[in-house]
């Protein structure tokens, strides 16, 4: 079965500074897609990068970048010049056969 | 504006009242789902579907009922809510069922069972 771990409940960092989230999954699958989620406390649920497990590149959007490490089964996100904004929940996804979720690293930005 | 929308937001019931939450999307999306929050445990997929009368478990279904019958809507229903049901409830959809497509989130619907 496959399972989604985030091994970092919480986080925090100082504005402008970088941070990395980390993700490791583990499958049998070949053909998948990782995503990231942000959940700020508004509670809606956004999406922040996604990657195709058959591509080498590491998807990036503006601040916000991964480190994708397929044999390692891991997929870490990077968010640069972290802003206050950025203070969120964030979700870790695998899509395969099925969605799966991890539990959530709770990012907290700091003046 | 393209959009998920769940009623209510905001649910305290008491044991074994059957409850309904609804969703609904705009976007003509074939793929609707439904996921329960909880601490420590992120999103766990509840029921989905690919399309309409097409229905299907995900990983946590007991004491949940779905249906679809129009595209649009795909309601959640509890016939006999107990209190290991409260939690945090999003609907999302998406165009198709595919491991690319987004998917879109409804705002969530905070439950509390009594």
């Known amino acids: 079965a496959q399972t989604v771990t985030q091994s970092q409940p919480e986080m925090s960092v100082q504005e402008a500074e970088t941070v990395t989230l980390s993700c490791t999954y583990d499958?049998?699958?070949?053909?998948?897609?990782l995503f990231w989620y942000k959940q700020p406390p508004s509670r809606q649920m956004i999406l922040v990068i996604r990657q195709e497990a058959y591509k080498q590149q590491n998807a990036t959007e503006n601040r916000f970048s991964v480190n994708f490490q397929k044999a390692a089964k891991s997929f870490s996100l990077k968010i640069s010049d972290s802003q206050l904004g950025d203070t969120a929940m964030y979700f870790c996804?695998?899509?395969?056969?099925?969605?799966?979720f991890g539990p959530g690293t709770s990012l907290s930005v700091i003046p | 504006e393209a959009q998920v929308t769940q009623n209510p937001r905001y649910l305290i019931t008491v044991t074994g009242k059957k409850l309904t939450v609804t969703c609904s999307q705009n976007m003509n999306h074939e793929y609707m789902s439904w996921y329960r929050q909880d601490p420590g445990l992120g999103l766990r997929q509840i029921y989905y579907s690919m399309n309409v009368e097409v229905t299907d478990k995900g990983d946590v279904p007991e004491g949940y009922k779905v249906s679809r019958k129009e595209k649009r809507n795909f309601p959640l229903i509890l016939e006999s809510p107990s209190p290991n049901q409260t939690s945090l409830y999003f609907c999302?959809?998406?165009?198709?069922?595919?491991?690319?497509?987004?998917?879109?989130f409804g705002p969530g619907t905070r439950l509390t069972v009594t």
């Open positions: 999302a959809s998406s165009p198709i069922w595919d491991r690319v497509s987004e998917q879109y």
């Open positions: 499958t049998s699958e070949s053909n998948y897609y």
């Open positions: 996804a695998f899509r395969g056969d099925k969605v799966i």
